[in-house]
């Protein structure tokens, strides 16, 4: 039985989406009784699965959101914001709902938009781990394109 959790544990499973559209939302709240002033910016970009493991195909060619968030707080005695603190948050592969989320560092959040209009960034590639009742933890995401994403596999099988 340790064996089948060990290997469980260690199992990944990839997803490719294709970026279609992004939407961008932003907020800020003042807690007077914390003395502390927060916001939050997301990224809410939809695509289509091009690519996922044979465990969930049923999803391949189905639209996917993928919410990428910057959020941080301010204290009203200092000028300085709390770190950034990335970190990913769940893939969902349940029914007809498909999505995906992380906070990532406020440089990359903001350069984000840029990088997709330009065209320097046309897929999302992401890792999880096994799914349980559809839900599983996001272990990677790659914003990259066609074109590098086939560059990196062949890189692989030469290996």
Request: hydrophobic share 40%; proline share 3%; net charge neutral.
């Amino acid at each position: 039985m340790a064996r089948r959790k060990q290997r469980a544990l260690e199992e990944r499973f990839i997803l490719v989406a294709t970026i279609e559209s992004v939407e961008r939302n932003y907020f800020v709240s003042e807690e007077h009784d914390l003395r502390r002033v927060d916001d939050e910016a997301s990224l809410i970009i939809c695509g289509h699965i091009t690519e996922i493991d044979r465990k969930h195909r049923r999803h391949n060619g189905l639209s996917i959101e993928m919410k990428f968030l910057c959020a941080r707080s301010f204290q009203r005695d200092r000028d300085v914001p709390a770190a950034d603190r990335p970190f990913l948050m769940s893939v969902n592969l349940r029914g007809d709902q498909r999505s995906l989320g992380a906070y990532l560092p406020a440089d990359a959040f903001w350069e984000l938009p840029s990088m997709i209009a330009s065209g320097a960034v046309t897929h999302i590639e992401a890792q999880f781990g096994p799914t349980r009742q559809g839900h599983a933890d996001l272990l990677f995401v790659n914003f990259t394109t066609a074109t590098r994403l086939e560059a990196d596999r062949q890189l692989l099988l030469s290996r």
